[in-house]
């Protein structure tokens, strides 16, 4: 079975500080991409960073970047001076097909 | 301006109503998409689109009738739903189906309230 699994339902971290959420998944699939997705309050959810599975070196996105451990089945989220705006649910997910798995989410709030 | 623009941003209505929910996308997309987004369970994949083609349908009741007159637009026809239905219906779109390893591009969904 194809899973997500997000450990953290919820965080919190000081304004310009580092935080780090965790995601599993579990896939049979040899050739797969992975993602992390923001949902603010406006709802939209938005794509933050992806990782190609093949690929060894982590992906980076100005202050978030990820940390790929393709044989332990883990790709953390790594936030870097945290800002307010970064308030919000944090979705792992991997395609599937013409599909996607998600988490069930982190809500990360960013305390002033 | 979010490229996938869904109405209503809100809708209430009794389970023998009919609504129906509306997605657009000015991206150029091939592929449009369905999600159902409920408190504390995982985003559910209800609808896949291609080119207008429906390509998948996720088990959803028949209560739920999708429709994509073209590739820009996708509806959710909905009648006689449950109390359970509530959630947020998230609709989004990608270039093409086998382009999902870019991600797809969401709207800020629909909050439906069955009462």
């Known amino acids: 079975a194809q899973t997500v699994t997000q450990s953290q339902p919820e965080m919190s971290v000081q304004e310009a500080e580092t935080v780090t959420l965790s995601c599993t998944y579990d896939?049979?699939?040899?050739?797969?991409?992975l993602f992390w997705y923001k949902q603010p309050p406006s709802r939209q959810m938005i794509l933050v960073i992806r990782?190609?599975?093949?690929?060894?070196q982590n992906a980076t996105e100005n202050r978030f970047s990820v940390n790929f451990q393709k044989a332990a089945k883990s790709f953390s989220l790594k936030i870097s001076d945290s800002q307010l705006g970064d308030t919000a649910m944090y979705f792992c997910?991997?395609?599937?097909?013409?599909?996607?798995?998600f988490g069930p989410g982190t809500r990360l709030s960013v305390l002033p | 301006e979010t490229g996938v623009t869904q109405t209503p941003r809100h809708l209430v209505m009794g389970m023998t109503n009919k609504k129906s929910l509306k997605c657009e996308q000015h991206?150029?997309?091939?592929?449009m998409y369905w999600y159902k987004q409920s408190a504390k369970k995982p985003l559910e994949l209800m609808f896949v689109?291609?080119?207008?083609?429906?390509?998948e349908n996720n088990s959803v009741p028949s209560r739920f009738s999708p429709e994509c007159p073209n590739s820009s637009h996708l509806f959710l026809h909905l009648h006689t739903l449950q109390p359970e239905d509530s959630a947020l219906y998230l609709c989004?779109?990608?270039?093409?189906?086998?382009?999902?390893?870019?991600?797809?591009?969401f709207g800020s969904g629909t909050r439906l309230t069955v009462v």
């Open positions: 989004a779109s990608s270039q093409e189906i086998a382009a999902s390893n870019y991600g797809y591009t």
């Open positions: 896939t049979s699939e040899n050739n797969y991409y």
């Open positions: 990782q190609e599975a093949y690929k060894q």
């Open positions: 997910a991997h395609n599937y097909g013409q599909n996607f798995v």
């Open positions: 991206l150029g997309h091939n592929a």
């Open positions: 689109y291609n080119f207008k083609e429906q390509t």
